[in-house]
């Protein structure tokens, strides 16, 4: 089974400023790498698939990189509202696998 | 509106059983491949089961001859049973949709519900 790994554990940023989050597959996954927000008490949200690839609806301040193995998550400028717990996935090989997250809060 | 509304969670004891319910809205369930995921405390997401528009069904190892996922097409709705519970089956359980990509084994899921909270505890 692929094992997702996310670093860092816990992002302390400030509103305005770039979070970079970061999370590696143990094998290759071609590219079929996900990234989702989490809030307390809300749907879980797709914000990038097939590592660049933003989701209807998500802002523009949020993109996805992919270098091998490794896959980065950016907030360009950090808003309120991003502040959550993000995962990435991978859909390439079964069963499909999360990373254990990375929490964005409040610096 | 394309929403999933999940149910069933609370608290129960140590080897029980657990029927949870996803109703789905805007959308057909059986058109789609409709999976399970669970989030335990302090831990991350974890794929639990599946069931394709096909009806084929697929489990983790974590429950896979305890759970049972089927889908009720006459009232859209998606389930969850498993048997023989453990502590560490503690969790929020998930709904979620699969958006068709098909360039891997399964796909990103685009549609989640809010969860509902199972503990299992004595």
């Known amino acids: 089974e692929v094992v997702m790994t996310q670093s860092p554990a816990t992002l302390s940023v400030s509103p305005g400023e770039r979070a970079t989050l970061s999370c590696r597959a143990s094998q290759s996954v071609s590219g079929n790498l996900a990234w989702y927000q989490l809030k307390p008490g809300q749907a879980p949200r797709l914000l990038i698939y097939g590592a660049t690839t933003r989701a209807t609806g998500i802002p523009a301040r949020f993109s996805g990189i992919v270098s091998g193995t490794e896959f980065t998550l950016t907030i360009s400028s950090l808003q309120s509202e991003d502040f959550a717990v993000y995962y990435c996935q991978q859909y390439n090989h079964w069963p499909p696998a999360f990373g254990p997250g990375t929490k964005v809060d409040f610096k | 509106e394309v929403r999933l509304v999940e149910s069933g969670g609370g608290l129960i004891q140590p080897g029980g059983f657990l029927r949870l319910s996803c109703a789905a809205s805007?959308?057909?369930?059986?058109?789609?491949?409709m999976s399970w995921i669970r989030r335990a405390p302090g831990k991350g997401l974890e794929w639990v089961s599946l069931?394709?528009?096909?009806?084929?069904?697929k489990y983790a190892d974590s429950v896979k001859g305890r759970c049972i996922i089927s889908r009720d097409n006459s009232k859209n709705t998606l389930s969850l049973e498993i048997i023989s519970l453990r502590v560490e089956d503690t969790a929020t359980y998930y709904c979620?949709?699969?958006?068709?990509?098909?360039?891997?084994?399964?796909?990103?899921?685009?549609?989640w519900g809010q969860g509902t909270m199972v503990t299992v505890s004595s």
């Open positions: 979620a949709r699969e958006i068709y990509y098909g360039t891997g084994t399964s796909n990103p899921f685009d549609v």
């Open positions: 805007g959308f057909t369930i059986s058109d789609k491949y």
């Open positions: 069931i394709s528009s096909g009806g084929r069904t």
